[in-house]
């Protein structure tokens, strides 16, 4: 039994996992998020009562550059109080228990390859689209992160007029359209023609970063996650069509894309975060026959 952690600008949330699976799910709303001791009271005592059961450690994931060694954490998105955390020091002086932080889409990655729809694949890269865009790495079974835990972030690199995530991130809608990509979504389930067209159009972007990632890490499949993801339906035909000038077709003949289909998997990959440092085996519950 671990503990998993998922830091978000807005919310924390954190459950336990036992086999494969979430317990004692709950989340709370930042408050005040320019108090650093105001947030991490918040933070600590949503783990608090999770720390009562028999776990082995916590596992954090949080959207930001993380110091891996020391468990240092910097410039966390939507968070202002939280510019140098030494949160690793901070949460085993509280609770007398090993903790690990990784960045989120890490642990997204992570909880994917471990528990969820990548498990099996020695290679693989995790999307979350969202507010912005960001990517994991998983090859040879193993979470690659770089010298510095900013290893796989192509939504940095150049794009038309800006880079890439500001076409494949919610910032898309909002400044080529004034909308979002809910009401976008909203839209489009009503059958609305100028809705089909947005995500048509960032589907065609989307599939230029599938390409950068093809051509970069050339992964046996990709997990799209984050809120965006839920539009799978409705940009899935673009993106693949943008494919189509790939220059290796046998490669996407062999590549799985596909949408992440548990909420709570970032937190499965955060306490996973636990497993892989204290070499303790995953055990995952069978699946019922019946």
Known sequence: MTIGVDVGGT??????????????HSSVTLQNKDSLS????????LIRPLTEFPVTGIGIGVPSVV???QGIVYNVVNIPSWEKVELKDILEEEFGL???INNDVNCFTLGEHRFGLAKGYSSVVGIAMGTGLGSGLI??????MGHNCGAGEIGMLPYLDNNIEYYV??????????????ETYQAALRGNRKAFEIWDEFGKHLGFAVKTILYTYDPEIIVLGGSIAKGYEFFRY????SLDDFAYPQSLKKLKIVPSQNDG??????????HQQIGQPIKVKAESST
């Open 38 to 45: 105001a947030t991490l009271n918040q933070l600590i005592e």
């Open 98 to 100: 090993p903790v690990y």
């Open 139 to 144: 090859t040879n079974n193993e979470l690659y």
């Open 11 to 24: 919310n924390i949330r954190a459950g336990i996992e036992i086999g494969g699976s979430l317990s004692r």
């Open 238 to 241: 673009s993106m693949l069509r």
């Open 169 to 182: 991130c919610s910032g898309f809608f909002e400044n080529t359209y004034g909308t979002t990509a809910l």
């Open 265 to 274: 998997i970032t937190l499965l990959g955060a306490a996973a975060l636990v």
């Open 67 to 69: 110091d891996i060694s």
